[in-house]
């Protein structure tokens, strides 16, 4: 059964979500706007998960450029802050932007928006591994393809809430048909309003979001355990589990919208960058559940063997979900309403 190979490698995931906080993916944002010829603004907002004294600090560079107004260069300057930098406007070198880590990036992605005097701005979002990243004029559509797609990947590979989501739909599917139409139309659901709210259609408030997304881990978690107590053999859930997947997956694509909106969407290429992250999220999805796969049949033959071992890991790890779950409903649930 492809529900008790999937339980083996939930554990794991759980005992490592324990450390994290559920569908934490906001990128470092900074922002250079041109107000002259030869004068930048650069204003940061850094997500609030570093201790004190541990953010970036945050620099623009160029060989003709000094600060004429703010922190003090390279050193850290809190979450939210500006620079006024004037620079010689009869130079050429590229303008870059400069990430300065006290110790180490925590896996932080990075969003660098440039506005300058004349045209568009120009968007730039980068891996945890990059800490200088050239500012250009243009931005051409294998850069947005590539950008979007991996954005789209750390998303959904990062997000806790959404994995457990995906693997309790694995367990639930049972069989590799019924999991393949189970991911499908979780897929084409959650598309459909990740498109709708990027696009400024249809929203809904994130508070509330994520609250229903915690909300729908729970549900499935209690219907998992409710089967394989034998009630709920013939539930709605177990006999239409792809009407399941897509109900959920149209709440859970508001939820990949969040991460979306606060990356932005160059204004040239929109659809682009929106088909792209979907991609990128789906490729993530399905890396996530060939990899647990892969590891759960490995774990399985090497170290349990035997189907009373495994139904009992499956039972502690089913309710560590539902613990899991109930914890962020709650701790979402003082967000909203407190």
């Known amino acids: 059964m492809i529900g008790r190979l999937v339980s083996l490698f939930l554990l794991s995931l759980l005992l490592l979500s324990a450390t994290l906080q559920a569908d934490e993916a906001r990128p470092v944002y900074v922002e250079v706007t041109q107000m002259s010829d030869s004068e930048y603004l650069l204003k940061w907002k850094i997500p609030p998960v570093m201790s004190q004294g541990q953010?970036?600090?945050?620099?623009?560079?160029?060989?003709?450029?000094?600060?004429?107004?703010?922190?003090?260069?390279?050193?850290?300057?809190?979450?939210?802050?500006?620079?006024?930098?004037?620079?010689?406007?009869?130079?050429?070198a590229d303008y870059q932007i400069e990430l300065i880590y006290p110790n180490s990036n925590p896996a932080l992605t990075s969003l660098i928006v440039f506005k300058p005097l004349s045209g568009d701005p120009v968007q730039v979002f980068s891996g945890p591994e990059e800490t200088l990243v050239t500012l250009s004029l243009v931005t051409s559509p294998s850069a947005v393809a590539k950008q979007?797609?991996?954005?789209?990947?750390?998303?959904?590979?990062?997000?806790t809430d959404h994995l457990l989501f995906v693997l309790c739909l694995m367990m639930i599917a049972g069989s590799f048909k019924r999991l393949v139409l189970t991911v499908t139309g979780f897929t084409?659901?959650?598309?459909?309003?990740?498109?709708?709210?990027?696009?400024?259609?249809?929203?809904?408030?994130?508070?509330?979001?994520?609250?229903?997304?915690?909300?729908?881990?729970?549900?499935?978690?209690v219907e998992i355990v409710k089967h394989r107590a034998g009630g709920a053999k013939d539930s709605f859930t177990w006999r239409y589990p792809v009407s399941v997947s897509a109900v959920f997956g149209l709440l859970h694509g508001f939820g990949f919208a969040v991460v979306l909106q606060e990356l932005g969407l160059p204004s040239a290429?929109?659809?682009?960058?929106?088909?792209?992250?979907?991609?990128?999220?789906?490729l993530g999805q399905l890396a996530f559940i060939l990899m647990v796969s892969i590891v759960v049949l490995i774990v399985r033959h090497l170290i349990f063997t035997q189907a009373s071992h495994q139904d009992r890991l499956a039972q502690v790890v089913i309710y560590s979900i539902g613990v899991c779950s109930a914890y962020w409903l709650f701790e979402r649930s003082a967000v909203l309403f407190g």
């Open 188 to 221: 084409v659901a959650h598309s459909i309003t990740l498109s709708l709210a990027t696009l400024d259609i249809f929203r809904l408030p994130t508070e509330l979001v994520e609250l229903l997304i915690a909300l729908s881990i729970l549900l499935l978690a």
């Open 55 to 92: 953010e970036p600090a945050v620099e623009l560079r160029q060989s003709n450029c000094r600060i004429n107004k703010g922190a003090i260069a390279g050193q850290p300057a809190g979450l939210v802050g500006r620079k006024l930098y004037r620079c010689d406007s009869n130079t050429e």
């Open 148 to 159: 979007y797609t991996v954005a789209g990947i750390e998303h959904i590979l990062i997000g």
């Open 269 to 282: 290429m929109k659809v682009q960058a929106l088909l792209f992250f979907n991609i990128g999220v789906e």
